[in-house]
């Protein structure tokens, strides 16, 4: 047993970071979209939505959370910055800017590029232009006075006890479904989780430790050593002081994070292309029995030689429904892709000084989730072409008796079994003299 476990928490890990891989993309898309809402509240002169902050606030939060978990200690820290901004602005002691949205929105590019490059074992790219920016913004509101008045009023209210509970995962352990995920629901529902982050010991075991703040007698915990879970209290060391749990509408589904309870099962891509090989393996078989049966003929009853043909249409129809919903949840709307160019088209746009808006059509257009990332590159670069030499200034599109906002639209259609993706602008064109010389 003790030759596997090294080899078992290395899967284990990996398999931990795969799916904080997966929900640190989906917190990206959330994030994506409500940093464009907040875009157009502040363009348009209304005020946002209160729940748009805190979604923002719930997704960075997460993020830090699973960051730490994962031990990508960029992003723990990029999204810690981007937190302590958004609490200004959801207790009204800062007013969104244009200089504040920009830092979110670099904000989020970078923590997108972090988790990227962890997941490509590449180097981490720097963060302080990013967190410098934030810095600044926040000391701009005051907020260096109100840390000071507020670390003076938490230290005066006494806490409850805070403890370090640690984990270790075991095969033994994961066959009583005992894990990391059931660990920390067990904690949640006997206090506050204020800290969490991963450790791999010098034996190749993972530890999991938690910080947890809690009223619980400590008799409970004792009968927890069976599950692997070890407890004392915790040091002041062990507590980042400025962590702030959000308890907010949303808190369960942050505070679960990447080890939460869900209905969303993430599958690897190449475990769905297993199915399609053994899948098509089976439609093989299935033509072999459809040529024996022809074979046959009459030499055997009508009633049994029906009873087959009845059985192989029925196999037929089987195996035609299972390959339509394996490719099915392959697919993925377009839209995903959609978003992610809405969001530099912004950024691009702001940095040029020109104004252009994205117009989307056909974002619910599926395709393979494979084909999300290799489209991904190409149509950046069209769009980026679309801002930087298609898209005039302002003053030019006026002078040209156009609007001074330009458009470039995006269109996805599916024509037979052919994905078709258009990307068009209503700029200068394409000069041919230029071209041809």
Known sequence: MSEQEPEFNAQFFEQFLDDYFAEAEEHLRSLRRNILDLEDSLSTDRKFKKNTLDELFRSFHTLKGISAMAGVSAAEAMAHSMESYLRLLREDQAQLSEDGLS???RGTQKIAEIVAARRENSEIPPIVDETRLLDLIVSRAGRSDRLAENSEFHEAPQRSPRYLFTFVSAPELAERNVNVNTVRERL???????????????????A?????????????FEQWAEDGIEYDLAEAEDVLEDEVVYDGPTAGAGRQGLTGSSSVVRVELSRLDGLMVMLGDLVVCRSKLEELLRQIGDSVPSELSSSLEETNRSIERQLRSLRDGVMRTRMSPIGEVFERLEFAVRELARDSGKKVRLEIAGENTEIDKMLVEKVLDPLLHLVRNAVSHGIELPAERLAKNKPEQGTIRLHAATIGETIVLEVADDGAGIDVRKVAA
């Open 208 to 220: 999991f430790e938690f910080i947890v703040e809690t009223n619980t007698d400590e008799s409970e």
């Open 103 to 105: 830092a979110l929105i």
């Open 188 to 206: 949640q529902t006997i206090g506050t989780i204020i800290k969490s982050s991963p450790t791999v010991r010098d034996d190749g075991k993972v």
